[in-house]
């Protein structure tokens, strides 16, 4: 996983908040911020990303292929 301040939780939780549509709460740190555009901009990356905090399939229940 590339270099990164917030926790492992923390990066989960907005994982979480993108994949069910919470939107980022104004006190949300730069770092997190930058993380959420990029897993929000490009599912590849979100899957990629989530299988790097040993999640896997965090987009199955969106696929269009079901």
Do not use: C, Q, W, Y
């Amino acid at each position: 996983m590339r270099n990164s301040h917030l926790a492992e939780n923390d990066l989960k939780n907005i994982l979480f908040d993108v994949l069910d549509g919470i939107p980022a709460s104004s006190s949300e740190s730069l770092e997190a911020s930058h993380f959420r555009n990029e897993i929000e901009t490009d599912n590849r990356k979100m899957e990629f990303r989530a299988e790097e905090l040993g999640l896997k399939n965090v987009l199955f229940e969106f696929s269009s292929d079901i």
